[in-house]
């Protein structure tokens, strides 16, 4: 506002000055000349005040431009640290996505290893297991070798056992039928040795013993010359424990496969006693 005024200062002075010069030519006076003069340093004072404020135009042009260009420089500047805030971030993101699939991928292969562990572990116990039945069964066999060894033959082990129970000695033959099927699991007498060891149990009034005794008789020597005797006396035992209905049937097949024996006749005359039919039931 004050720049405004300066020209209308300006104005009214000038106008006086050429009021001065046109008044009557009698001479310039004193206040004239001192209006110039004033007039002289209002355009001095003007001219130095037009300077001062292009001066301070440029100043303020130079500092708004350089405001500027700073403002841009901070604007790029924070752009950047954004973008590489962003790729920073992007980089951690991919690298925790590949750290994340190498754990699971450690994950899957300890899953892995430990199943093959397992099996490998069951496979050796196993392995363990058999090594050391077969250094039981081993060790069985050489016991078994070494008592065989020392066991009498099997004729004289049978014989003094047969002796033994013809004479009365049940608990001897007992232990000597027990050693002969021990030593002579396979051989022929073996039959005989249970049925025998049955025939103890029997008149020791053991009737369940004796049942498994004469059944491992028919079951392992089915045609020895004790299997007759030995359904018989399976039949009479089961009589023995209340059981009618499977110890009749028992001689009903002693009568059906062994028809004309000696223990088809005992079977024939028990059956007759107990009111029972001879003809075995159907299965």
Do not use: C
Not at 92 to 105: E, F, K, L, N, P
Not at 199 to 222: R, T
Request: glycine share 6%; proline share 3%.
């Amino acid at each position: 506002m004050k720049f405004n005024r300066i020209p209308f200062v300006l104005a009214l002075f000038l106008t006086s000055f050429f009021t001065v010069w046109i008044a009557p030519a009698y001479g310039a006076s004193k206040e004239i000349i001192e209006l110039q003069t004033q007039v002289g340093q209002l355009q001095q004072q003007m001219t130095q005040m037009k300077q001062s404020f292009d001066e301070r135009m440029g100043v303020m042009k130079n500092l708004l431009e350089q405001n500027t260009d700073a403002a841009n420089k901070v604007t790029a500047a924070i752009n950047g640290l954004q973008a590489s805030i962003n790729k920073q971030a992007q980089d951690r993101a991919a690298q925790v996505d590949q750290i994340s699939g190498q754990i699971q991928a450690l994950n899957d292969t300890m899953d892995e290893l430990k199943v093959r562990l397992a099996k490998l572990s069951k496979q050796f116990e196993d392995m363990q297991a058999a090594q050391q039945s077969m250094a039981a069964q081993q060790s069985q066999a050489q016991q078994q070798a070494q008592a065989i060894a020392q066991a009498p033959p099997p004729d004289v082990l049978y014989n003094n056992a047969l002796r033994d129970y013809n004479g009365g000695k049940n608990d001897l033959a007992a232990q000597e039928f027990n050693d002969y099927i021990k030593f002579y699991p396979n051989t022929d007498l073996s039959g005989n040795a249970y049925f025998y060891l049955a025939e103890i149990q029997f008149k020791a009034g053991d009737y369940q013993k004796a049942v498994a005794s004469y059944d491992l008789v028919l079951q392992n020597f089915p045609s020895g010359n004790k299997a007759a005797a030995a359904q018989l006396k399976k039949g009479f035992a089961l009589l023995e424990l209340g059981k009618e209905d499977e110890g009749t049937q028992e001689l009903k097949h002693v009568i059906q496969r062994y028809p004309r024996t000696n223990e088809a006749t005992q079977a024939r005359e028990r059956l007759r006693k107990a009111g029972a039919g001879t003809a075995p039931k159907s299965h």
